[in-house]
Every structure is written in C-alpha cells, then in structure tokens.
C-alpha cells in the first residue's frame, strides 16, 4: 500500500511539473518562436529617449559592445537569435553606382572611428552637446550662432546635402535623419536592425549592427537594404569603392572588399587596432607600435615605437593619444596627452595635457572627451591653441 501511494504521489508531481513548464514557455520575455519561426531574442530594457515615438517593443542588445571605441574588446554576443540569414544585394542591379547627387563621405572615417562626436560642413560645424543631454547642436566656425537641432541623445553624425543622419542611443539604436535646421525627423534604418556604427558613402549607408557583425549596406531612404560582409568586423573604413576592416574572426588582421562584396583579401597578418585609412594608406597599432602600409597591403613601415590607441588623420598630420597596453587586450589606460605628428612620424607635438580619448576634427578645431572631467567634451585648436570646454 505504501509503494502503490508513493508512485501515485510520484505521478502526481511530474504532472504538476509538467504543467508549469507548459505556462513558464508563454510567459512574457522569454525566447520563444515568433509567428515567422524565428527565435524572439530578450534583450533586456531598451527604453528610447523620452518623448520619443518609435516602436519600444524592439529592444535593443543589452551590454551591446562599442565598436567605435579603441578601447573595444573581443567578447560580445555572435548571435541575435533571429535565425534568419541576411540578404545579399545583387551588384549586376548597378545598387553601387555612386549616387551624383551625394558624392563622397558624410563624415570622416577619423571622425566616425571616434563615435562621430562631431561633422563640418560648409561654414557650419555640427556636434554633439554634453550639457545638454547629449543633443545635437550646430554652430559657426568661429562659435557663434550655437543652434539646438534636437532633443535626443545624438552621435555618429553624418551630413549628406541639406540632412543629418546619426544614431539616437549611446549605444545600438536606429539611425535617425533630420533637416539641417532641426525638422522634419524620420527613422531611416529597418526596425529591426540596430546599430553600432555607419558611414555615409556615395550615397548609400554603411553599417554594423551589434548582433552579428556583419557590414551591411542600405539607402539614404533606407527602403533598399542588404549585407556585403559576412563575417564579424571590429572596424571599418571606406575608401572610394573599398572597405577596409579589421576581422575580428581572424585575430583582428586587416582584409579590404569592394562595396559590392568581391575581392575580400587579407593585407597583412598583425593583431591590429587603431585603424585608419587615409589616402592610399592604412595606419594601424601592432605590438605596441604604430605602423603604415599601402592599401595593397606591401611597404609596411614603422612610424614610432608609440602604441597609439585613439587616432584621427587629417590634413597630413596624426591627431592621437597613446597608451601602455594593446587596445584589443582590454586595457585603455591612455597616457595623459594629446599629440600630433607627421603622416611619416616626424614632427610629434604635444597639443594639450589630459587622458583623452575620441579624437574628432573639424575644420582647424580638435573636438574630444577625457576620462578625468566626467567625460566631458573639450576642444583645442590644431595648433594647440584654444584649449577649453566645448559646452561651457
């Protein structure tokens, strides 16, 4: 009798058991197919700016990896659970013929590399406001005419004709355009891909979102959308009709591919970080040393025995800041400074004192974040004059 009421008590307990597993798989938050069959990733809370009205059941990744910083370690999620392969864009379309009415780049790949703190155009610099929220601000070259554009955290700024484009969240989120003059607001990128880092290129976006690492390519309207790159990518630069990346699935090596995903070819065979390309020229960090090469990947030549961490080239000279340890290896730990020198590594000057890092250029104005004031935004001319906050 004891045996018979124990196996029924058994029974009635995996029944039980059953049963709430059976209600734990509909609660909400959970990975759970969707109608498609995909997977639904939980990414945890992904709240938009307030007062903002784009779709909130989107969450973006949780701890999503910054890829704009050299600071930028190799462990992040692989796989945003979506299940579903990317679209590839079909080049005999001509989807990469350069678009005459927007040639060139929305931004420098300096400036972009270094969050895109900060754009030039014309006569008008557009940039990021720390004492505001984060917002996005245009001025003068000479500072006057401060104009507030909007109400939203705002980085990776790109302008292209008469729009800005840039990302809404401090980490991934959508790319959002406005009006010059701070109208007409849309979200351009596709609901369900945030983003880590884009760049504006004849006309089309280039992009990273945090889940796959894949570069991605898109329309300024963002209805054409599609992958060129899949493989995992640290960081990229464009340079006419090439990509330049560092290849995170293979020791961070620097490879290039044409924008309409052909001649993907390895250029050399050093961990890399620091990567810059500036006119038929790549700069890069390897064992902490600072090297150049040519874009085909020969004459690779050492500029200085500096392990240079966050840089930005501009106008024949290196703006950069330096550091003890290999940004890949997790350690920042910038030297206090902020230098410039030669394209070939003659002439090095101090410009400020300072742990710097997020070096953007603009014009004749250097405009950067520091580590020791609260990430605050400071600005230097690129002679070294003009040292001062650029919200005060």
Request: one cysteine or more; glycine letters at 8%; hydrophobic letters at 30%.
């Amino acid at each position: 009798m004891k045996i018979r009421i124990t196996a029924l008590a058994l029974a009635v307990i995996v029944l039980f058991s059953l049963s709430a597993c059976a209600k734990q798989e509909d609660q909400p938050g959970e990975n759970r197919p969707r109608e498609n069959g995909t997977a639904s990733p939980s990414f945890g809370d992904a709240a938009p700016p307030s007062g903002e009205s784009f779709d909130t059941n989107i969450p973006a990744p949780a701890n999503t990896p910054d890829i704009n910083t050299p600071a930028f370690e190799e462990e992040y999620p692989r796989d945003m659970g979506t299940g579903e392969e990317p679209t590839a864009y079909d080049s005999t379309e001509n989807q990469y013929e350069p678009n005459v009415e927007y040639p060139g780049l929305g931004n420098t790949n300096g400036n972009i590399r270094n969050r895109g703190l900060a754009a030039i155009q014309n006569d008008w610099i557009y940039f990021q406001n720390d004492n505001d929220k984060n917002s996005l601000y245009k001025m003068r070259l000479d500072g006057s005419d401060r104009t507030k554009l909007n109400d939203e955290y705002s980085r990776n700024i790109n302008i292209i004709g008469d729009w800005i484009f840039y990302i809404n969240k401090i980490s991934a989120s959508q790319i959002v355009k406005i009006r010059t003059d701070g109208t007409d607001r849309q979200i351009v990128s596709p609901p369900d891909n945030w983003v880590n880092q884009f760049i504006i290129s004849d006309g089309g976006i280039y992009y990273i979102t945090p889940g796959d690492l894949y570069v991605y390519r898109m329309s300024l309207d963002g209805n054409q959308h599609g992958v060129i790159l899949l493989d995992t990518v640290n960081n990229f630069n464009i340079e006419g009709d090439v990509i330049y990346y560092t290849r995170w699935s293979d020791s961070n090596k620097i490879y290039s591919i044409h924008k309409n995903g052909s001649s993907n070819t390895q250029l050399n065979t050093d961990r890399s970080s620091a990567m810059s390309v500036d006119d038929n020229w790549i700069y890069f960090s390897a064992d902490l040393n600072f090297y150049k090469m040519r874009i085909d990947g020969t004459e690779t030549t050492k500029l200085t025995n500096d392990n240079l961490i966050s840089i930005n080239i501009s106008d024949d000279w290196i703006y950069y800041t330096a550091g003890s340890t290999q940004a890949w290896a997790g350690g920042y730990n910038p030297d206090k400074g902020l230098y410039k020198m030669r394209l070939d590594g003659s002439e090095k000057t101090m410009l400020c004192d300072g742990s710097v890092r997020y070096i953007n250029v603009v014009g004749d104005l250097i405009i950067f974040e520091t580590f020791t004031d609260d990430w605050t935004l400071y600005k230097v001319n690129t002679d070294g004059t003009n040292y001062g906050l650029l919200n005060p």
